[in-house]
Nanobody
Framework: QVQLVESGGGLVQAGDSLRLSCAAS????????MAWFRQAPGKEREFVGG????????RYGDSVKGRFTISRDNAKNMAYLQMNSLEPEDTAVYYC?????????????????WGQGTQVTVSS
């Protein structure tokens, strides 16, 4: 019944910006920490950014810190990932995830709900 649906991916050039959206349903959205992960072919799933239940706490992976911003709108059951200064290394499938934990975790085990992913491709 729980659904997380990502959107906003696409093909962009290096240096461009893109905003991903995650629409959540079937859960009490404000009771879940949200996170974005990404996975490139042949690589492990990587933590990109996370945001606490109230939206007051955020954390980011080292590779995107300073370029990406995670946010949420609890009234709309939406989470977002604003991606600036995109690089070819950012090319991956981006996944939205939800966890009932109070604190944002950077590992996959606490996240029990996942979206299907949206492809982001950054050309040189």
């Amino acid at each position: 019944q729980v659904q997380l649906v990502e959107s906003g991916g696409g093909l962009v050039q290096a240096g461009d910006s893109l905003r991903l959206s995650c629409a959540a349903s079937g859960l009490t959205f404000s009771g879940y920490s949200m996170a974005w992960f990404r996975q490139a072919p042949g690589k492990e799933r990587e933590f990109v950014g996370g945001i606490g239940r109230s939206g007051s706490f955020t954390r980011y992976g080292d590779s995107v810190k300073g370029r990406f911003t995670i946010s949420r709108d609890n009234a709309k059951n939406m989470a977002y990932l604003q991606m600036n200064s995109l690089e070819p290394e950012d090319t991956a499938v981006y996944y939205c995830a939800a966890s009932p934990t109070t604190l944002v975790q950077t590992t996959t085990p606490p996240y029990g709900y996942w979206g299907q992913g949206t492809q982001v491709t950054v050309s040189s």
